[in-house]
Structures are given as C-alpha cells and as structure tokens.
C-alpha cells in the first residue's frame, strides 16, 4: 500500500494541490489506507493510474458501498472526512500530509537553536 502510495505521488508529481493519506487497521483487522486529494483544475485520479499503482484496484467488481480493492465514496465535507482520518492518527502506520505544513521556528523558544 505504501509503494502504491509512492507511485501515485510520483505520477501526478506537480500537479498535487492537496493530498492526505493515513493508513489504519480497521476493526475486521484488515489494513487500509484512507485518501484525500485535489489535484490542479479538479480533475481525478484515472482509474488506469490507481490500477498501476495498485493492482487490487477493480471498480468493475462492487463491495459494500464501493468497490473491490478501493473507493467507496466522494468526500462531502472536506473537514469532516479530514477529521475522520486523522482520528486514529496515533496508531497510523503510514501518514502522508502534502504540502507538508511549515511551521517556522519561535526564536524566543528555549528548545530553538541558533
């Protein structure tokens, strides 16, 4: 899962506005990992690419609310959907989060180093 991660990262490398991504065990034992993305002029990721990525990927095949070895649906409320996914955050055991937020140093801070 995370070198299929990697791969999507490598093929729409620039045009990425957004993307998170957390991996989670789900309560059936069975790791997954949840996404969210925008990329540059709204498109979609092409399922031609998500089946390189990931071979799994069978949107011909349904499953539960979606489909084998994938989506099961579009995010409504970005902050909602972001808010479901970072809620096991510490027990992850994959997190992507680009752009990576910079949050620069406070010089008055005693753990700051000049």
Request: with cysteine; net charge negative; charged share 25%.
């Amino acid at each position: 899962m995370k070198q299929a991660m990697n791969r999507l990262l490598k093929y729409y490398d620039g045009n990425i506005v957004k993307l998170r991504a957390v991996g989670e065990v789900g309560t059936n034992g069975l790791s997954h990992i949840h996404c969210f993305y925008k990329l540059e002029g709204g498109v979609k990721i092409t399922d031609k690419n998500f089946k390189r990525a990931w071979p799994y990927w069978n949107p011909e095949k349904p499953l539960g609310r979606g489909f084998e070895g994938g989506h099961h649906a579009n995010v409504k409320e970005e902050s909602d959907f972001l808010g479901y996914i970072d809620k096991e955050i510490l027990t992850s055991w994959f997190e992507i989060n680009f752009p990576t937020e910079v949050i620069p140093n406070d010089q008055d801070d005693e753990t700051s180093q000049a």
